[in-house]
């Protein structure tokens, strides 16, 4: 199935394609802050509607995960790495993903804080 999201103001727009079955939240010391409940697809299933330079990005300790956000409105509707086979992946923000039913989707916790 197809989704549209966005970040707030519209800067930020993107297509993906996969199924939901799940998502995740993360008590590491950025997405706590965020809030994001992510959804991992592989790079490729992640369409930008908008060019790649209107989101900006930030990444901190390692440096492995680019944690994009629009510069306008502030929201983080993605991020982009790669899992532990070295595949491109993306962390979609459900939160910015139009008509879904986030209290449908199992969530799994995940300890990064940890990690």
């Keep these: 199935m197809k989704y549209q999201g966005s970040c707030h103001c519209g800067r930020v727009a993107f297509e993906v394609e996969g199924r939901i079955d799940g998502a ?7 997405c706590s802050r965020k809030g994001s409940l992510l959804w991992f697809v592989p790079r490729a299933s992640l369409v930008l509607k ?4 209107a989101a900006s990005t930030y990444t901190f300790n390692q ?8 510069p306008v409105c502030g929201m983080h509707p993605y991020g982009e790495g790669t899992d532990p086979q070295g595949h491109a992946m993306a962390a979609i923000n459900l939160r910015c993903v139009e008509g879904i039913d986030l209290a449908a989707i199992p969530v799994q916790h995940f300890d990064g804080r940890s990690a």
């Excluded at 908008?50 to 330079?53: A, C, N, R, S």
């Excluded at 492995?64 to 956000?69: A, S, V």
């Design 50 to 53: 908008t060019p790649e330079d």
């Design 24 to 30: 995740l939240v993360c008590n590491c010391s950025i």
């Design 63 to 70: 440096h492995l995960i680019k944690h994009r956000f629009c």
